[in-house]
């Protein structure tokens, strides 16, 4: 299978903050924006995969900073590394300032989705080459991440997360 950039499945997503997505400070829901971060995901992941995709995890969501009503928010989603059937999807969230038109990043977040055929079983998908240095640094690092959720998921054994426990014999 051809390899792909993660430029290729850039995903931006631009919506408003609308009264109905607050909570009471008027800020955006932390659930809306899960859910607007998922769609980002998903269309970069059939993107690079070409296949029907499913959220397999929610790897790392920071709530950095609050979103106030009335609010410009851009999602830019790209894969960051695939692996067999299971992609790594990178997102960083920008709100746009209404008077200088400038964009302030206010949170980041990396979800796992995972290529499946029309009954559900994962399928191969094609790799993914990193061009920019940030690219390249979250490519690196994604393979821990991906040990680190297969733990906690109780899909993996502690002692098989090589890249974890170079982590922390390194540091
Ligand atoms: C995601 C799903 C397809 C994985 O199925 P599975 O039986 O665990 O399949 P496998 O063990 O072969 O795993 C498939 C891939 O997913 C990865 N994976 C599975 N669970 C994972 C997790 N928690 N974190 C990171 N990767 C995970 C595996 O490492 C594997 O990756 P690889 O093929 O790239 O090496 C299956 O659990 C599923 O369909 N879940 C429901 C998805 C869904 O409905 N999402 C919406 C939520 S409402």
Redesign the pocket.
């Known amino acids: 299978m051809q390899a792909r950039t993660p430029e290729d499945s850039k995903t931006t997503l631009t919506d408003l903050v609308l009264p109905s997505e607050t909570n009471p400070l008027n800020n955006l829901f932390g659930g809306e924006l899960l859910a607007r971060m998922d769609r980002a995901a998903s269309i970069a992941a059939r993107r690079h995969s070409r296949r029907i995709v499913?959220?397999?995890?929610v790897?790392h969501v920071a709530f950095n900073k609050a979103v106030p009503l009335g609010s410009v928010v851009t999602v830019e989603a790209k894969v960051s590394r695939?692996?067999?059937?299971?992609?790594?999807i990178y997102m960083d969230v920008w709100v746009e300032d209404r008077e200088s038109g400038e964009r302030s990043k206010a949170n980041e977040a990396i979800y796992?989705?995972?290529a499946?055929d029309e009954t559900?079983?994962?399928v191969?998908?094609p790799p993914l080459e990193p061009e920019t240095e940030l690219e390249k640094k979250r490519y690196e690092a994604a393979l821990r991440r991906?040990q680190l959720?297969?733990v906690?998921?109780g899909?993996?054994k502690p002692s098989e997360a090589t890249e974890l426990k170079a982590l922390f014999v390194n540091s």
């Open positions: 499913v959220t397999a995890s790897n695939a692996f067999k059937s299971s992609m790594e796992t989705f995972v499946v559900g079983t994962p191969a998908i991906k959720s297969l906690l998921a899909k993996m």
